[in-house]
Each structure stands twice: as structure tokens, then as C-alpha cells.
């Protein structure tokens, strides 16, 4: 059974930076893509970013590119987001997501539409 673990979530002021960092215990973590994924009150989740086991190939939401990185360090199990110039509208629980990596099509479905096994979600809050 796959565990995944969020961390790095909390309060920041807008423009501010935080980095969320998704720590999987899972022998084919290296074989599996990891999503972020957020959800506000009220509002559908939303794929925010990928990244690929094999190639390094990521995904981001238009509303956050060039804000957004994602980093995986595969030694550690680790996918970390950074987050720069944050935004209020940025403020959602943050959860990471894994899946099997089977090819680039079903990769970008997956990460618009969600993934196999869940960590329990990190709070973001931008304040004005």
C-alpha cells in the first residue's frame, strides 16, 4: 500500500513563497508520476502540476505557470512544489497524488483528471 505524505503547507502573504514537499513510501516510487492537486471551499479540485518518473516531463495548470515548479528527487521519494508569487486565489488544500506511469497521453489525462492513491492534503493560505 502506497502512503504519501504533504508537507510545507501553512499561512503566507501574497507575493510570498512556500514549497510543499510529498514524501511516498513506495518501492516504485520511481516508476510513478506524482501529482499536486488542490481543492478550495467550494470549488472542484484542480490538477496544478505533474512530473514523470522516466524523462522529467511536467504538466502545469495555466494558473499557475511561471509561478509553479515541480521537482522530484527520486533518492528521497520526494516531489516537492515550489510556489512563488502566490496569489489569495492560490489558497486551497494542496494534496499530492501517484500513479503508475504507463505513457505521456495517460499521464496528462491523469494529471487533469486525478490519480490512483492520495496523501491526506497540506493547507495553503494567502492572505491580502
Known amino acids: 500500500e502506497v502512503q504519501l505524505e504533504e508537507s510545507g503547507g501553512g499561512l503566507v502573504q501574497a507575493g510570498g513563497s512556500l514549497r510543499l514537499a510529498c514524501k511516498v513510501s513506495?518501492?516504485?516510487?520511481?516508476?510513478?508520476?506524482i501529482g499536486w492537486f488542490r481543492q478550495a471551499p467550494g470549488k472542484e479540485r484542480e490538477g496544478v502540476s505533474c512530473?514523470?518518473?522516466?524523462?522529467?516531463?511536467?504538466y502545469y495548470a495555466d494558473s499557475v505557470k511561471g509561478r509553479f515548479t515541480i521537482s522530484r528527487d527520486n533518492a528521497q521519494n520526494t516531489v516537492y512544489l515550489q510556489m512563488n508569487s502566490l496569489k489569495p486565489e492560490d489558497s486551497a488544500v494542496y494534496y499530492c497524488?501517484?500513479?503508475?506511469?504507463?505513457?505521456?497521453?495517460?499521464?496528462?489525462?491523469?494529471?487533469?483528471?486525478?490519480?490512483?492513491?492520495w496523501g491526506q492534503g497540506t493547507l495553503v493560505t494567502v492572505s491580502l
Open positions: 512530473i514523470s518518473p522516466t524523462d522529467g516531463s511536467t
Open positions: 513506495k518501492y516504485t516510487f520511481p516508476n510513478d508520476a
Open positions: 497524488a501517484s500513479q503508475h506511469y504507463l505513457f505521456y497521453s495517460d499521464f496528462i489525462h491523469r494529471c487533469r483528471t486525478g490519480m490512483d492513491s
